[in-house]
C-alpha cells in the first residue's frame, strides 16, 4: 500500500494492512536472517544425485537450528540448465529434477509452519532461448502474442558484430558476457538481443534512450514491453498464490536498454513497487544490482554489495590467485598477511549505508552461487573463518548465509564446468551433511552426483559439527542468536566505523540503538594490531562479549586504546 492510499484508508477510517513499513519493505525484514539454497545441491530425496525440493522440505529443521528465518532457493523452474537455471524455459513450473508445483506449495507450507519465509528467484532479464515465448517471437509473423517480448534486429552497429566476433574467439562463447547481439538467422530477424550469455534472450522492457539509428529499439511504454512487464507482474502473483513471500530480483538493474543512469529501470521497479506495495505488502523485494544507493530508492527493500557493481567486496575476501580477485589490489582484507586494505570498500559502503539505512537494507552476503566461499586458499582455518563471520554477522541489513558457509565448507577449486557454472561450480558442490562418500547428500554412487563432493573425511560436516560445540555450525548458531537477540547489533542497529580506514588493521566499528552500544573490532591478519579510537565511547567501561581469540579495550581520557591478538575478532559492549 502506498502512502496516499494509506492516508486514504486513515481519512475514511479503514484498517491500513501492516505493511510497508517506513517505505522498507515488511516489518519481518527487522529481523530476517536468509539463507540461501542452491536446490541441486542442498539434499537429495530419490538417489538420483540431484538435490531436489523434497529433499530440502527434509531438512527444514536442521535449517532452523541454524537460527535462520528466511529460505531463499535459487531458480527452481523449467530450464535449459545452461546456466544454472538461469534460462528459463517454463516461468510456471517446477523443473521436473526438483519435482513439482505441489511439492514447492509442500516446501512452503512446512516452512510457514516452522516460522520461515520463502523467497523465489525472480529471472527477470532474460529467458532460455528454447522458452516457447522466444520461440514465437523468432517466427516470421510479428503480430503474435510474445513477438516483440524479445528485441530483434537485422541490422546492428559494426561495434556490435565486432563484439560477436570478439565472443566467438573466447574459449567458451556460449557462456560468455562479451557484446549485446547474437547472430540467430532466425525467420524473424538476423540478430536478437542477449542479457547475458547467449543462450539468455534479453526480455523486452524498452530503451530509455532511443538511438534514432536503430528503429527497432522501443520505448518502454510501447506495446511489447508493457505486455513484458504484465507478464513479470503475472509470474509474480503466481508464485505468491502458491506460498512464496517474495523474490530476489536476478539483475534487475539489466531490464531496460540504453539506460546509463538507470533512470528508466528505476521508473519501472518504482512502479513494480508501488503495485507490490498495493497488493502484496507482507511480501518483499531483492535487488541484484550491487549499487543499494540507485537499487532502494527505486523500490526494493535489500540490495546485496556483492562482486560487481559499486567496487569493495572483492577488495574484503577475493586474495590473490583465487577466483574473481580484482587487478586494483594486491592481496585482500580478511587475509593473514596482514596487507589487504579498507577503503575502497568503506569509501562505497559508507556512502551506500548513509543513503540507503532509512529506506531499506544493504546485505553483505557470506558468499553466493557465483563467487568463492569464505573457506577459500589460505583463509582455511576455523579461527580465521570465525573472524570473517563475525564481521558478517554483525554489519547491519539483512544478513545472507550460502548454505554450508555455516559449517565453513571449502570453495573447491579446479571443478568441471557444469551448466554454464565456469568457475563457480567450486561454491556449488553438494551440501556436506555426514561421513561416507556422498557426504549424505545422496544414496547415489559418487559418479552419479551433480558436482564431487567435498568429503573431508567427514571433518567438515552437518554431523560432526553438531557434537563439537566449538564447531563453525555452533559458533554461528550463537553469532545468530545474540543478533537476534540484540537490537543494537541486529538489522536495524546504527552503524558507524570507529577505526581509520586508512589504518586498515584492525577495522574497529560501532553498533548502538540508542539504549545499547557496542563496539566490534576485528582483525583477520597473523599479526598483533591495535588502534586508538576517538569516540564517544572514550573512558567508559567496556566487558568482552563474544570473541574469538584475544582482544582487550582500554579506556583513556580522551581515546581508547584497542589491542587484538593475531587473528581475532571482539565484540564489546560499553557500559
Ligand atoms: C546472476 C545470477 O546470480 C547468475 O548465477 C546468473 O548466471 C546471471 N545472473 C544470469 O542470470
Redesign the pocket.
Known sequence: MNIKKIALAIMLGLTVPALSWAGKGPEWLKKAVFYQIYPSTYMDSNGDGMGDLNGITSRLDYIKSIGVNVIWLNPIYVSGWT??G?DIIDYYKVDPRFGTNTDLVNLVNEAHKRGFKVVLDL?A??TSNRCPWFLQSAEADANQHYSNYYVWTNTISQQDKDEIVKRHQEAHPEASFTGRYVEANAPRAKYYLKN?FES?PALNYGFYNIDPNSPWEEPMDAAGPMRTREELKNIMAFWISKGADGFRV??AHSLVKNDPQKIGVTKLWKEMRDWYDTNYPEHVLIA?WSNPAIALPAGFSIDFFIHFGIKGYPSLFFAKNTPHHQDDYDQCYFNLDGKGQLKQFMDNYIDAYNKTKDIGYISLPTS???FQRPNVGTRNTLQQLEVAMTFFLTQPGCPFIYYGDEIAMKYIPNLPNKE?SMD?SGTRTPMQWSSGATAGFSTCTPDKLYLPVDTENGKITVESEEKDPKSMLNFVRDMLKLRLATNALGNEGEWKMLSDVNKPYPLVYQRTDGNETYVVAINPSGKKVQAAIDSENAGKNVKVIRSVGKGTYRSGSKSDQISLDAVSAVIFKVK
Open positions: 546456466d544454472g538461469y529471472v532479464g532474460h547475458f539468455q536476478d539483475m541484484e553466493n552461487h557465483d554454464g563457480r
